[in-house]
């Protein structure tokens, strides 16, 4: 059975630092398409980052180059988000997915389509 969990969210003030976590099982996790999404009340879900976990290319939203990094861990099957500077603007419900075609993982990294798997959701709330 697929799961993808996610931990890590919580409040915190502009400026500040989070890593959020994505536990996931019943894949073989190093050939996966790794994504974070976000979405914020009354606007569309975001693509935030994503990776190959077999090796190679990295993407981030104009958004968040340069203050958050995506990284997995595949030998605990985990994938990370470590958030830093982080701002007002980017609270929201994070969420991780995971998709099985490399193609579409490289041609649309931001695509929803791209992703078959999704986590429950984890929190993000950033104050001024």
């Known amino acids: 059975q697929v799961q993808l969990v996610e931990s890590g969210g919580g409040s915190v003030q502009a400026g500040g630092s989070l890593r959020l976590s994505c536990v996931v099982s019943?894949?073989?996790?190093?050939?996966?398409?790794m994504g974070w999404f976000r979405q914020a009340p009354g606007k569309e879900r975001e693509g935030v980052a994503s990776?190959?976990?077999?090796?190679?290319?990295?993407y981030y939203a104009d958004s968040v180059k340069g203050r958050f990094t995506i990284s997995p861990d595949n030998a605990k099957n985990t994938l990370y988000l470590q958030m830093n500077s982080l701002k007002p603007e980017d609270t929201a419900m994070y969420y991780c997915?995971?998709?099985?075609?490399?193609?579409?993982?490289?041609?649309?990294?931001?695509?929803?389509?791209?992703?078959?798997?999704w986590g429950q959701g984890t929190q993000v709330t950033v104050s001024s």
């Open positions: 019943g894949f073989i996790y190093r050939r996966l398409c």
């Open positions: 990776i190959y976990t077999g090796g190679g290319s990295t």
């Open positions: 997915a995971a998709g099985v075609d490399m193609l579409s993982c490289l041609r649309a990294p931001r695509a929803s389509t791209t992703y078959n798997y």
